[in-house]
DNA sequence: CGAGTCGTCAAACAAGTGTTTTAATTGATG
DNA sequence: CATCAATTAAAACACTTGTTTGACGACTCG
């Protein structure tokens, strides 16, 4: 089966492309070379590079979102009320519990969240949306049951506020973490920063109007 | 004078269209042709596409890194204590202040900021930090100051999360007024959105550890 | 007027892009 | 073994990219 095989080195080394340097800076003749493919094989297998671009984002989202949505029917279960803090909290241990059990690098994912929010291209945004977007409604809907008296507009904006300090610092969080340990002499696990995340969100969502 | 008006014409048409579609999407022949003048303007008058991206930030960050410096020389001349709230809505207040006087779209820049960081673009960071790195600096100074009691690692992770959901919210702001008017068909402007983060970023900073 | 700089222009350049084609190779099935 | 589909391979395709060239006109200044 050497189908399989092609396929996952192709996805393999456009993820890890795609993450260091963006779509358009990343051509097809550089994956497939680092994958050791020819080079028809990404046309061959996936149709066209928006395509790969596509399944490179859903081998990690599908099984994230299904994790996700498992995690909340439990919490949903157990009926005791949930705070904002124990959803973000289980966010992001999803989605560390997730790619570490891949054996993938967590930041990686973030860059490509973070690319496929704001390198506009739309086909990614619509197939993301039209794929995952139920589960994020639902994710939403639970945090926003957790902060009564906000107003909705508020709610989504400060949601937005927090997704953005979230995808912004994480896909950054090799760079940061080098001109923290240049100025501080402090090396920052991504673990010990999403301690600091946490609260730092669910402080922004709780504020006071 | 026909120079000045060339390469005025070619940073204003490169400004729109960077801003909408990324830099490596954007060519020069999209470039010359919106702004009516010929192909090999950009290299006669910037040497090549790199300069011209960086001429484009400079343009608009110089005088604006200007007018927040000597804000901050008017703040702390009347040496009153400065709260983080009051530090935030000055750098709010000149960015705004600054874009509308020239007429031009604060959220445009903005996207201009947040492509600078995730389109790593490794000279327009180089050239960014700099340019201007002590300027900011000295606003972070100010703002730790207004902290007390925050660890330096953490204000300075903080200080991040505070700079992605900016960037990140106000570089999509049109794309996410656009979701809200639909599902709440309320409006919200830019004006409004700025009320709306900074005391949510404010309440970051001040998160309890 | 004539020299010389500055800006503009059309054209060409070399290199790189995604995709398609056609042929060779593989591996399983009847 | 022969057959046939699935996969790989090399080559070419058509097109776009940033940059350079050399001719041409406009202009100032001695």
Chains 1, 2 share one sequence.
Do not use: C
Request: glycine share 6%; aromatic share 10%.
């Amino acid at each position: 089966m050497t189908q399989t095989d092609t396929v996952g080195r192709i996805l393999d080394a456009a993820e890890v492309l795609f993450a260091e340097r963006g779509f358009t800076e990343t051509s097809l003749r550089t994956i497939t070379s680092t994958a050791g493919v020819n080079l028809a094989a990404v046309n061959y297998h996936f149709g066209s590079k928006k395509e790969l671009i596509q399944a490179v984002f859903e081998r990690f989202l599908t099984p994230f979102t299904r994790s996700l949505v498992e995690e909340l029917d439990r919490r949903e279960a157990m009926d005791e009320p949930l705070s904002a803090e124990r959803l973000l909290d289980s966010l992001y241990r999803v989605a560390m519990a997730n790619l570490e059990r891949e054996g993938r690098n967590p930041q990686r994912f973030m860059r490509l969240l973070g690319l496929a929010y704001t390198q506009s291209q739309g086909h990614l945004r619509r197939f993301i949306v039209s794929r995952y977007g139920d589960s994020y409604q639902r994710f939403a809907g639970l945090l926003s049951k957790a902060l009564p008296g906000l107003d909705p507009v508020t709610f989504y904006w400060r949601l937005y506020f927090m997704l953005g300090a979230t995808i912004f610092t994480l896909s950054s969080f090799d760079a940061i973490e080098a001109i923290l340990k240049e100025d501080f002499g402090a090396e920052s696990s991504l673990q010990e920063t999403l301690e600091r995340l946490v609260p730092a969100a669910a402080a922004m969502l709780h504020a006071d109007l």
